[in-house]
């Protein structure tokens, strides 16, 4: 009896779930967190040393409409963590679709809604104390291009009032398939960012929005 | 198997009731208007608020444990700092505002006086974590509570949960916040018809009805709005107020219409406590207004008094004054609550 209970949970698991992974990139290498990463020709000395996001409110579509949502669909993903991050989503009815949406950071009502557990906990270390609201994606890192102390670059991207309103919506059309793999190129983002004048985003700005905006271009859904 | 459905419902139906029994209902006073803080997210209950205290009154939440809350909100000031213009932190550093007075928290829809947190749950993170206030981090202070011998077993009482949150440690300092209610002084027995003004306070509240209260609008003496009420700016601060979290110009000098209940206590005044007495204050308003394009519509014609009428106006802020709230046992520093963990 116990035992077939088992065997009928895996079976759940396996057919009536969508899986979403998020794996890490610098152009064709593999990111680790605290590696150097200089390619050939590149004398920056590039090192990323934190590489964490909110990964929210995601929905799956079939001809354009809604057909199933995550409920409390709130995720940090952390590059620096050993297990890979993953995100289950449930989807009992075996409802088909056509493509996945979900939002790159917290939207505007959490954001006013007091303290939340879970990944929205602030012990995370997403939040902003002085001027209270989320970080939505944090990249920091090291490179010679930047003349600071310790050529240390920080971005810490978020604001959820306009005019700077972070939150990016992100959607990619797929196949159907209980598993996509999104792959974050971090070489696309710095590729647009002038290092050495662009070093340093701490608070909701233009150039935030205009970040969040590069960030949200650096993400894409692998095919398998 | 129906047996094992019927303990777990008799089991689901003990757990309800012991959470209708715990929680409390915030009473609001009779002439205030509905509360701004969302109940139904945060329920109040004895134990939480308790907890809250405990946490107010424990210098545990800064990184020296030398810092409390009420280092610079304490209660005999309606929970200001008094003696200190600018607060007064961690190893003697000095911040660049007053604080101010806390009370009727739920009422109001943004903190600070520039309004930079939006959430009364989210202010306690602000002095936590700023270098010249507590000097912490939120992760840092709920470790050090969960190897406390107190607090795994006060967050147990509150929340059903030994293990400790930021999310937990947050809302049960809002509870003990949201116990600090404010609507018992001479006016307010006055606005019940159980008390009467004397001559000299009523025709101060005649003169503050005409000029004041459209910002310090009653019964909570503040439109919870942002005003620039002419104060010239402090060039050793170069404090632009709201303009800092807008980064709009019209938002220039721009501070948070505070409250002026229980005044007399909550010295000295103004976001830089640039003034020690309410006679200062009022000749402000008489004779220094400074004129700058983001000055109050409200302030642009000049307040005119007279010495007599400066002192009614003072006489009436008096009846503001409430002893119930500055020596309320219920906000004291809690000695059984921290002597119950030395016994063990």
């Known amino acids: ?20 992974g998020f794996s890490f990139a610098y152009g064709s290498r593999v990111l680790n967190i605290d590696d150097s990463l200089n390619l050939p020709n590149d004398s920056t000395f590039l090192r990323i040393t934190e590489l964490k996001f909110y990964i929210s409110n995601i929905r799956f579509l079939k001809n354009g409409e809604v057909v199933l949502e995550e409920k409390n669909s709130f995720h940090l993903v952390d590059a620096n963590q050993i297990i890979p991050n993953q995100i289950l989503v449930e989807n009992k009815q075996n409802i088909a679709f056509d493509e996945i949406k979900f939002d790159l950071g917290i939207d505007s009502i959490t954001n006013v809604s007091g303290a939340m557990g879970g ?13 209270n609201g989320y970080i939505n994606f944090k990249l920091e890192g090291t490179s010679q291009l930047c003349k600071t102390r310790n050529n240390e670059f920080t971005f810490h991207l978020g604001g959820y009032q306009q005019p700077y309103y972070c939150l990016q919506t992100l959607h990619f059309k797929t196949n159907n398939s209980s598993t996509m793999n999104f792959k974050l190129d971090v070489q696309k983002i710095l590729n ?7 070093n340093h985003v701490m608070s909701p700005c233009e150039e935030a929005v205009i970040l969040s905006k590069i960030v949200a271009n650096a993400f894409n859904l692998l095919q398998n | 198997m129906k047996r094992k459905l019927f303990i777990f419902s008799l089991l689901s139906f003990v757990i309800v009731s012991f959470r209708s029994v715990n929680e409390i209902q915030f009473e609001v006073p009779n002439s205030f208007p509905k509360p701004v803080y969302n109940f139904s997210k945060n329920p109040l209950s004895e134990n939480k608020i308790q907890l809250g205290r405990a946490l107010f009154y424990d210098p545990i939440l800064s990184r020296n444990n030398m810092i409390s809350c009420a280092s610079c909100h304490s209660q005999f000031s309606a929970f200001t700092h008094v003696d200190h213009a600018l607060s007064h932190g961690i190893e003697d550093k000095s911040g660049f505002r007053n604080s101010p007075a806390l009370m009727n928290m739920a009422w109001q ?6 309004g930079a947190i939006n959430h009364l749950d989210a202010q306690s993170l602000a002095p936590i974590t700023n270098p010249v206030e507590m000097d912490e981090n939120i992760a840092h202070v709920v470790a050090k509570l969960q190897i406390s011998k107190l607090y795994p077993q006060l967050f147990f009482k509150a929340f059903g949960d030994s293990t400790i949150t930021g ?21 307010d027995s006055v606005m019940r018809k159980q008390s009467v003004f004397n001559e000299q306070e009523n025709k101060g509240y005649i003169l503050f009805k005409k000029n004041c209260s459209m910002c310090h609008t009653e019964p909570l003496f503040t439109n919870d709005e942002f005003r620039n009420n002419g104060l010239k700016i402090d060039t050793t601060l170069n404090d632009y107020g709201r303009y800092r979290v807008t980064k709009n110009k019209a938002d220039s ?14 010295y000295p005044y103004m976001h830089d406590g640039r003034f020690k007495k309410l006679s200062q ?15 109050a519509n409200e302030l642009q014609k000049p307040i005119l008094l007279t010495a007599n009428e400066k002192v ?12 119930s709230f500055l020596f309320n046992p219920q906000y004291f520093y809690p000695k059984e609550i921290f002597s119950e963990a030395t016994k063990n």
């Open chain 2, 281 to 295: 204050v009022i000749n402000h308003y008489a004779n220094g207004i400074e004129k700058s394009k983001t000055l």
């Open chain 1, 119 to 131: 990944d929205l906990d602030p012990t995370k270390g997403m939040y902003w104390t002085w001027q």
């Open chain 1, 192 to 198: 647009q960012v002038d290092l050495a004048k662009t």
């Open chain 2, 167 to 187: 999310e937990h440690t947050l809302k049960a300092i809002s509870q003990f916040m949201l116990t600090l209610v404010s609507a018992n002084s001479k006016y």
């Open chain 2, 253 to 266: 000098l721009k501070f948070k219409v505070p409250t002026l209940r229980n005044i007399e206590f909550s």
């Open chain 2, 109 to 114: 829809k943004s903190f600070m006086r520039d």
């Open chain 1, 1 to 20: 009896m116990l035992l077939s209970f088992i065997a009928f949970t895996n079976a759940i698991n396996a057919q009536s779930a969508s899986t979403i």
């Open chain 2, 312 to 323: 009614d106006i003072i006489a009436f802020l008096l009846t503001l004054s409430d002893k």
